[in-house]
């Protein structure tokens, strides 16, 4: 099986400071896309960031940032001057193959916000 | 726009018994993805819906079923519950079309527990 690896069961990083979360993922597909989804308390799955595999510019979204290694096949999240509202389970999540697989999905990091 | 919405929120259902999930997606997405999370599987993807039709399934049983109606609502239907099918049961919807996946939006979940 395809999988996407999350290295980083949890993470803490001081108020306003930046925190970089790992994510490798395993592919034979050349057209993919690369998606971080946070999960707050509520439960509820909320888009971060996307990256297209053909794009060589990493995306940016506000404080979020990616770094994408495509030969390493490697993704991380930048998050910038964290907020308390930040502290959530991080998804990292590989869409490929048509989507005959759907997103799949790491197991997750659990980011703490110290105030 | 509406986002997703999924009904119910919680249930509670007895082994053997059958449950019904429904999803309506955000106004103008044909594609309704659904996915299991449990703490020892993660998220997992079940299937999707596009046009009324399944696209791509994913490594369940043929307890777990589903279908979209002509609005794009889905539902999702597990018979003979086993107590492993005791999850949080996510629904997705996407713009996907042409074979584009774009990025998912998720609804706020179901939580099943199966006594």
């Known amino acids: 099986a395809q999988t996407v690896t999350q290295s980083q069961p949890e993470m803490s990083v001081q108020e306003a400071e930046t925190v970089t979360l790992s994510c490798t993922y395993d592919?034979?597909?050349?057209?993919?896309?690369l998606f971080w989804y946070k999960q707050p308390p509520s439960r509820q799955m909320i888009l971060v960031i996307r990256q297209e595999a053909y794009k060589q510019q990493n995306a940016t979204e506000n404080r979020f940032s990616v770094n994408f290694q495509k030969a390493a096949k490697s993704f991380s999240l930048k998050i910038s001057d964290s907020q308390l509202g930040d502290a959530a389970m991080y998804f990292c999540?590989?869409?490929?193959?048509?989507?005959?697989?759907?997103?799949?999905f790491g197991k997750g990091t659990h980011l703490i916000i110290q105030p | 726009k509406a986002g997703v919405t999924q009904t119910p929120r919680y249930l509670i259902k007895t082994r053997g018994q059958q449950v019904t999930l429904s999803c309506s997606p955000i106004?103008?997405?044909?594609?309704v993805s659904w996915y299991q999370q449990t703490p020892g599987q993660g998220l997992q993807f079940l299937f999707e819906?596009?046009?009324?039709?399944?696209?791509n399934k994913g490594n369940f049983p043929g307890r777990f079923s589903g279908r979209q109606f002509s609005n794009s609502r889905s539902e999702m239907n597990v018979s003979t519950l086993e107590l492993g099918d005791s999850a949080l049961y996510l629904c997705?919807?996407?713009?996907?079309?042409?074979?584009?996946?774009?990025?998912?939006?998720f609804g706020p979940g179901t939580r099943l527990t199966v006594t």
């Open positions: 997705a919807s996407s713009p996907r079309d042409r074979g584009y996946p774009y990025e998912q939006y």
């Open positions: 999540a590989r869409y490929s193959g048509g989507g005959a697989d759907g997103l799949t």
């Open positions: 592919t034979s597909e050349s057209d993919y896309y």
């Open positions: 106004s103008g997405h044909r594609s």
């Open positions: 819906y596009f046009s009324e039709t399944q696209r």
